[in-house]
């Protein structure tokens, strides 16, 4: 068996929640965790049609970016980390994970 090149984290979602919701709930995430968002676009149009995918980093001269992508289908939503990245990726993952879960429960409140 291959080894794997990444790793991915799911937030958990409520059904039915649209694409701005999550817009701007991952911009208010990426904010409270020292990040910005240097990508919006799509990810893999076969396998998730009208996805949204995010690249994070922490600063625009350093190496290595976060991965997100939310896929309204299925009101999926995860972080990809490849074990490439620097050091300072697996750093931040827990801290976006709690700020992305913080604005999905205050969505819900």
């Known amino acids: 068996m291959a080894e794997r090149k990444s ?8 059904d039915g929640i649209t694409k701005e919701e999550m817009l701007g709930l991952v911009e ?7 990040l910005y968002i240097s990508h919006i676009g799509g990810y893999s149009r076969t396998k998730f049609p009208n996805s ?10 350093e190496r290595g970016l976060l991965d997100a992508t939310f896929w309204d289908v299925k009101s999926l939503f995860w ?26 429960r205050a969505l819900s409140s």
């Open 79 to 104: 972080l990809m980390i490849r074990h490439r990245e620097p050091d300072w990726v697996h750093a931040k993952v827990p801290e976006l994970l709690a700020a992305l879960n913080r604005e999905v």
């Open 52 to 61: 949204v995918h995010w690249h994070f980093k922490r600063d625009p001269d």
């Open 7 to 14: 790793d991915d984290h799911y937030v958990d979602v409520p």
């Open 28 to 34: 208010r995430a990426a904010a409270a965790a020292g």
